[in-house]
DNA sequence: AAATTATATAAGTACATGCTTATGTATTGT
DNA sequence: ACAATACATAAGCATGTACTTATATAATTT
């Protein structure tokens, strides 16, 4: 889990289109696969590139493998765009909100 | 400047380096090469790669050209990454201080 | 135990990407 | 006007990447 990593992995519009849908709640492999137009093979590698990043965390249930958004590779962006702070713009509301949420 | 021009041009670790190198001042591409091991070709179409996504800004002065990191991609940057507040680790304090910075 | 289901891995291929060398364009200095 | 400097663009090439098909592994069901 490298810096290089995580911009890599998300450098692919399908995989953060596979990391959105999980984001809307862990699922296995087959369902993230269903409306994705994706072969099987196709998304255990990208699974496995954001598994590499840390953006993703399985856990193998039964024969299936659940996967999950892993928080640390987000933390790692966080702290990359925490650096350029200085030219943050005045107004950048999602940001606001979301700091607000996490500093009561 | 769409998302993916964001993640394509922050995947090359080259380009992290000259943004953030940027990020500690404004130069012209001339001065992002010093010390950089880099022709000065492949400064320019990074620099054209970073341009397209609105991490950087450009401005003609005389023969040389100012670049400056633009807040727009950084912005863009963050709006992502707000998308996925519900994952963020308890203690981020990176980010928590960043928010206190803006919330005032 | 054999068949089925879920996922992973291997090998090959087409295309994207980052570099190079060569040349073009813009601005300044003499 | 000509030379020099700063940067951009073009074309070619080597490597990387995202896919494919084929096959392997792992767990479940019958």
């Given at each position: 889990m490298t810096e290089n990593d995580i911009f890599r992995a998300l450098a692919d519009p399908t995989r953060r289109a596979i990391?959105?849908?999980?984001?809307?709640?862990?699922?296995?492999?087959?369902s993230l696969r269903d409306g994705m137009k994706i072969s099987q093979p196709a998304m255990s590698q990208h699974l496995a590139v954001l598994h590499q990043a840390k953006l993703v965390r399985q856990e193998r249930k039964g024969r299936f493998v659940n996967y999950e958004v892993d928080p640390d590779g987000l933390a790692l962006i966080a702290n990359w765009l925490a650096k350029y702070r200085a030219y943050w713009p005045e107004r950048m509301d999602a940001l606001r909100t979301l700091l607000k949420d996490m500093d009561q």
């Open positions: 990391f959105e849908k999980l984001a809307t709640g862990s699922m296995n492999a087959s």
